[in-house]
């Protein structure tokens, strides 16, 4: 009954002070690792001039500039893609990041029959921007078109070529806050939005620490 009992401590111990760890470490490593893959994949693809003069559907003037501090996410879309799926799955994109206000929103028109007004759950406010195809030409001006499904080159860039059609553009970009855009996304394919939204979560500037103070507590 000693042996057995001596036994089963080693055992307990072995798994105590090599398996757990083991196991705790190759989990960590596997989430740096992948976060790793994950930051590598945000590269330089040029940059949107910040001094872009842009209009909204709601008569709103702005230039990226300012919005200097926050993440641009641009997205486009056409008449006959504009459905309730679509809306609701930008409504979600943006809801996960709304509360912290360090990124900002374009949805914009690919043609003049686009009318964002017929859906009421678009998110609305200052940091979700809709835009007519116009406004929305101005931007696509300096985007490209990434051959997502062709071989990264380049230190793990997409290739990329000059769009044809810009009423077609079906791709959202990221936009950091030195206005460098740092990837494309299909906007048609779940994975490819899933990586947006774990790109967005490392992008997203994160406010500065507030210093701490000292409240001390009044004499009686």
């Known amino acids: 009954m000693s042996k057995r009992k001596n036994f089963i401590q080693l055992i307990a111990l072995f798994l105590m002070l090599i398996v757990l760890p083991a196991g705790s470490w190759y989990y960590l490593q596997s989430g740096f690792d992948y976060q790793k893959q994950a930051r590598a994949e945000l590269l330089d693809y040029g940059k949107i001039p910040a001094n872009t003069k842009l209009l909204s559907t709601e008569g709103q003037e702005l230039t990226l500039s300012d919005s200097k501090h926050q993440l641009s996410i641009f997205s486009f879309v056409s008449k006959d893609k504009l459905n ?32 964002f007004s017929t859906f009421e759950q678009l998110p609305r406010n200052e940091n979700c921007v809709y835009l007519n195809a116009e406004n929305s030409k101005k931007i696509i001006a300096h985007l490209e078109e990434p051959q997502l499904k062709t071989e990264r ?3 793990g860039k997409y290739q990329t070529q000059k769009i044809n059609d810009w009423t077609n553009y079906n791709y959202t970009a990221i936009v950091d806050t030195t206005f460098t855009i740092r990837n494309y996304y299909q906007i048609d394919e779940m994975e490819s939005l899933k990586r947006m939204v774990e790109h967005l979560a490392i992008l997203v500037p994160r406010e500065k620490p507030k210093k701490p103070v000292l409240i001390r507590e009044k004499e009686k």
């Open 153 to 155: 080159i380049n230190g």
């Open 84 to 115: 309730n799926e679509r809306v609701e799955n930008w409504k979600k994109l943006y809801e996960q990041f709304e509360e912290t206000g360090r990124a900002k929103f374009f949805l914009g028109a690919l043609d003049t029959l686009v009318d």
